[in-house]
Protein backbone atom coordinates (compact mmCIF):
# COMPACT_ATOMS: atom_id res chain seq x y z
CA UNK A 1 0.00 0.00 0.00
CA UNK A 2 1.75 3.16 -0.98
CA UNK A 3 1.57 6.27 1.12
CA UNK A 4 -1.45 8.52 -0.41
CA UNK A 5 -3.23 4.89 -0.12
CA UNK A 6 -2.60 4.98 3.51
CA UNK A 7 -3.33 8.49 4.31
CA UNK A 8 -6.89 8.46 2.05
CA UNK A 9 -7.64 4.68 4.04
CA UNK A 10 -6.65 6.71 8.14
CA UNK A 11 -8.45 9.93 6.61
CA UNK A 12 -11.78 8.24 6.00
CA UNK A 13 -11.10 6.01 9.04
CA UNK A 14 -10.88 9.86 11.35
CA UNK A 15 -13.98 10.95 9.38
CA UNK A 16 -15.90 7.66 10.45
CA UNK A 17 -14.89 7.94 13.79
CA UNK A 18 -15.87 11.28 14.21
CA UNK A 19 -19.42 10.67 12.98
CA UNK A 20 -19.43 7.42 15.30
CA UNK A 21 -18.71 9.83 18.16
CA UNK A 22 -21.23 12.92 17.37
CA UNK A 23 -23.94 9.67 16.86
CA UNK A 24 -23.03 8.26 20.29
CA UNK A 25 -23.26 12.22 21.64
CA UNK A 26 -26.81 12.19 20.22
CA UNK A 27 -27.65 9.03 21.90
CA UNK A 28 -25.59 9.83 24.86
CA UNK A 29 -26.65 13.80 25.87
CA UNK A 30 -26.38 13.28 29.66
CA UNK A 31 -23.11 11.38 29.61
CA UNK A 32 -19.79 12.32 31.97
CA UNK A 33 -16.67 13.60 31.22
CA UNK A 34 -15.45 9.97 32.09
CA UNK A 35 -18.30 8.01 29.90
CA UNK A 36 -16.90 10.77 26.94
CA UNK A 37 -13.85 9.52 27.23
CA UNK A 38 -14.09 5.47 27.37
CA UNK A 39 -16.32 6.20 24.52
CA UNK A 40 -13.60 8.12 22.40
CA UNK A 41 -10.78 6.07 24.11
CA UNK A 42 -12.24 2.59 22.96
CA UNK A 43 -12.61 4.31 18.98
CA UNK A 44 -8.91 5.78 19.38
CA UNK A 45 -7.66 2.47 19.73
CA UNK A 46 -9.20 0.64 17.24
CA UNK A 47 -7.82 3.25 14.83
CA UNK A 48 -4.46 3.24 16.20
CA UNK A 49 -4.10 -0.34 15.92
CA UNK A 50 -4.95 -0.22 12.28
CA UNK A 51 -2.67 2.38 11.78
CA UNK A 52 -0.25 0.69 13.68
CA UNK A 53 -0.90 -2.72 11.48
CA UNK A 54 -0.91 -0.52 8.22
CA UNK A 55 2.45 0.61 8.98
CA UNK A 56 3.81 -2.41 9.93
CA UNK A 57 2.75 -4.03 6.87
CA UNK A 58 4.13 -1.44 4.53
CA UNK A 59 7.75 -2.24 5.69
CA UNK A 60 10.16 -4.26 3.30
CA UNK A 61 10.38 -6.71 6.26
CA UNK A 62 7.04 -7.85 5.69
CA UNK A 63 7.58 -9.41 2.44
CA UNK A 64 11.17 -10.45 1.48
CA UNK A 65 10.85 -13.68 -0.23
CA UNK A 66 11.96 -12.22 -3.52
CA UNK A 67 14.68 -9.50 -2.11
CA UNK A 68 18.26 -9.79 -2.88
CA UNK A 69 21.42 -8.46 -1.44
CA UNK A 70 21.06 -5.62 0.73
CA UNK A 71 17.61 -5.43 0.32
CA UNK A 72 17.09 -8.74 2.68
CA UNK A 73 17.22 -7.70 6.56
CA UNK A 74 20.06 -8.71 8.20
CA UNK A 75 20.41 -10.99 11.27
CA UNK A 76 20.53 -9.20 14.81
CA UNK A 77 22.79 -11.69 16.25
CA UNK A 78 25.63 -12.14 13.71
CA UNK A 79 24.75 -9.33 10.83
CA UNK A 80 24.10 -12.13 7.83
CA UNK A 81 21.48 -11.51 5.85
CA UNK A 82 17.82 -13.57 6.21
CA UNK A 83 16.64 -15.97 3.60
CA UNK A 84 12.99 -16.16 4.07
CA UNK A 85 10.68 -19.04 4.66
CA UNK A 86 7.43 -18.24 4.11
CA UNK A 87 4.90 -15.99 5.21
CA UNK A 88 3.60 -16.88 8.76
CA UNK A 89 1.16 -15.44 11.12
CA UNK A 90 2.37 -13.62 14.11
CA UNK A 91 0.00 -12.28 17.19
CA UNK A 92 1.23 -9.40 19.53
CA UNK A 93 -0.41 -7.39 22.09
CA UNK A 94 -0.26 -3.55 21.48
CA UNK A 95 0.85 -0.99 24.06
CA UNK A 96 -3.09 -0.14 23.90
CA UNK A 97 -4.09 -3.81 24.67
CA UNK A 98 -5.19 -4.63 21.41
CA UNK A 99 -4.21 -8.01 19.72
CA UNK A 100 -3.38 -7.44 16.06
CA UNK A 101 -2.13 -10.19 13.42
CA UNK A 102 0.22 -10.04 11.24
CA UNK A 103 1.16 -12.29 8.17
CA UNK A 104 4.64 -11.33 6.77
CA UNK A 105 7.56 -13.02 5.97
CA UNK A 106 9.41 -15.00 8.14
CA UNK A 107 13.31 -15.44 8.35
CA UNK A 108 15.96 -17.79 9.07
CA UNK A 109 20.00 -16.63 8.95
CA UNK A 110 22.11 -18.68 6.95
CA UNK A 111 24.89 -18.29 9.30
CA UNK A 112 23.71 -18.94 13.03
CA UNK A 113 20.42 -20.37 12.35
CA UNK A 114 18.52 -17.74 13.96
CA UNK A 115 14.63 -17.97 12.97
CA UNK A 116 12.88 -14.62 13.35
CA UNK A 117 10.20 -12.48 12.26
CA UNK A 118 12.48 -9.39 10.77
CA UNK A 119 11.64 -6.22 12.95
CA UNK A 120 11.84 -3.85 10.06
Known amino acids: MESNELEGRWS ?5 MGAAMAQWRREHPRATLSEIED ?3 GRM ?8 VDTVMTSPAASFAG ?54
Open 67 to 120: AVGTARPKCPACGERLVSRGQAERRLLTTGGQDIRLRRSYGQCPGCGLELFPPR
Open 12 to 16: AGLSE
Open 45 to 52: AAMRTQMV
Open 39 to 41: ALD
